[in-house]
């Protein structure tokens, strides 16, 4: 039997609080002076004792609700020990015998083919600090010695930890990207990979001859959903080289090397029993109670997977369209305040996905920055529908709108793009003009030598590219064949 790819995920998502776990310092850390956000507490003084920030424990409590978790009415702290200079105390405190959500699962969709993925638990644990390596010049990198900086130590942090149940590095992908996605709905982390506030270790393993699990290796330092893919793919085809060639899998971390494209052994894995967990003792066990919980479901917003359905059966869009719009709850949201504001579900759909989200990746700006609000774009889009502009002077229209903060009225005067469509007089002035222009043309035609109808053709054309598109092709062709005799 061939060997299966078992992977099993432990995600880290830095929680949007404003203070840190334990004590009353800001939570953010980055592009601030190092050390500046630290007080006894997150620096370990002997003697201080931490306070639980009820903020953290809430936001936990709606991320194991979005993953359709238990949430438990009594969970407790631990600490693992291990000493890094990054960890003042020596330890960390962590949720280890009873985390604060268990059992649940997140649906991920691949090919079109659902799945399920199965989630162990969720708890809720203290961020380390930094490590930073400066060198004489002033960068931050390449110093023979280290520095370390505080500001993250004690930031909220919640570990979603899988079961073993995804099968390719495609999967484990898709598996993240629902994770955030959840993570951004629920405003329970801004899951950036790039900064560190998602964080993967991925656990990977061949299955034996048998059909049973192997020995898993443990990747850590991925920092884009790129290189996770490819840490899991190298891990792959490494494990099938160790086992081909009749060696053993060790137990171990490893750390991926983006620049060289390889993961590297960084220790053997500690197990349970290495850390010396034991219970903190200066921490009260969260309690909460049911209908707290009750509390936490019910200002729970839709999830991306109910919003999807809904936009399915609402608006007939497609799987694709829906993906593209539902991504981001922001844009979801500014979809259906456009299709409120009059515009047709389809066409909507179509300009936000084609020409919205084009402007905003030129203009670098995400769509809650975004220049033009729903009904401005509803507008926009509902002349297209009535035929009143074309679709290409709608792009310019709504770059003009977006580039410069225009109303759709001062943008079309800006393009100086007639007001509606042109017809009647305007559009038989404009076909008369074209007619002398072109005498020979319209000669070969008022002789009935046009057997083809091509002259006609190329005299509507140039009607149309006249009237920027802005005119009724039956219309057009109707004032020339009155002018021509045709
Ligand atoms: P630890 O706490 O020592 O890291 P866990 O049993 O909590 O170990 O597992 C951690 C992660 O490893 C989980 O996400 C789990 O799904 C995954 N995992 C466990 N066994 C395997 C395996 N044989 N192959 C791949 N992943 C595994
Ligand atoms: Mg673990
Ligand atoms: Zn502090």
């Not at 001859?209 to 959903?225: C, F, H, P, Q, W």
Request: proline share 4%; hydrophobic share 35%; with cysteine.
């Amino acid at each position: 039997m061939a060997r299966q790819i078992v992977i099993g995920l432990e995600v880290h998502l830095q929680l949007l609080t404003k203070t840190k776990l334990f004590c009353s310092c800001s939570a953010e850390y980055i592009g601030h002076t190092p050390n500046s956000n630290v007080c006894p507490i997150c620096l370990a003084v002997p003697g201080t004792l931490p306070l639980l920030n009820d903020g953290a424990v809430a936001l936990a409590s709606r991320l194991g609700l979005g993953l359709h978790c238990t949430i438990q009415n009594y969970s407790t702290f631990g600490r693992k020990n291990y000493f890094y200079a990054d960890l003042a105390k020596a330890y960390q405190i962590t949720q280890y015998e009873l985390p604060v959500a268990t059992k649940g699962y997140l649906d991920i969709e691949l090919g079109g083919a659902s799945k399920r993925v199965r989630i162990h638990h969720l708890h809720l644990e203290e961020d380390a600090g930094k490590l930073v390596h400066p060198t004489a010049d002033g960068r931050l990198t390449g110093a023979a010695y280290s520095l370390v900086d505080y500001n993250r130590g004690g930031v909220p942090l919640s570990e979603v930890v899988s079961e073993p149940d995804m099968s390719s590095p495609a999967e484990a992908k898709e598996y993240v990207m629902r994770l955030r996605q959840l993570a951004r709905y629920l405003d329970v982390s801004d899951g950036e990979m790039e900064s560190g506030s998602l964080r993967v270790d991925a656990n990977i393993s061949l299955t034996n001859a048998d059909g049973t699990l192997g020995t898993r290796v443990e990747i850590k330092n991925m920092n884009s959903l790129k290189a996770l893919e490819r840490a899991l793919e190298y891990e792959i085809s490494r494990q099938n080289k160790v086992l081909d060639s009749g060696g053993r899998i060790v137990q171990e971390t490893r750390l991926w090397d983006d620049a060289e494209g390889v993961t590297r052994s960084m220790r053997n894995k500690e197990t349970a029993s290495d850390y010396r967990y034991y219970p903190e003792m200066d921490l009260a066990p969260i309690v909460i109670s049911d209908s707290e919980i009750e509390g936490y479901r019910q200002s729970m917003p839709e999830l991306p997977q109910e919003k999807r359905l809904r936009f399915a059966q609402s608006f007939g869009l497609s799987g694709e369209e829906i993906a593209i719009l539902t991504e981001q709850k922001a844009l979801a949201d500014y979809y259906e305040a456009t299709v409120s504001a009059g515009a047709p579900t389809a066409r909507a759909a179509n300009w936000i996905r084609m020409e919205v989200l084009r402007v905003l990746n030129e203009l670098g700006q995400d769509i809650s920055e975004f220049r033009v609000k729903p009904d401005a774009l509803a507008g926009l889009v509902k002349k297209i529908e009535q035929g009143d502009i074309s679709s290409t002077i709608g792009k310019d229209l709504l770059d003009l709108m977006a580039r410069e903060d225009l109303t759709l009225d001062e943008a079309v005067k800006r393009l100086g793009a007639p007001q509606g469509r042109l017809s009647g007089d305007a559009l038989r002035e404009l076909a008369s003009r074209i007619v002398s222009s072109q005498p020979d043309v319209a000669e070969t035609i008022k002789n009935g030598l046009d057997k083809k109808g091509g002259k006609i053709k190329f005299l509507q054309g140039l009607v149309m590219k006249e009237a920027r598109g802005q005119a009724d092709p039956n219309e057009v062709a109707g004032c020339l064949s009155e002018l021509l005799g045709s």
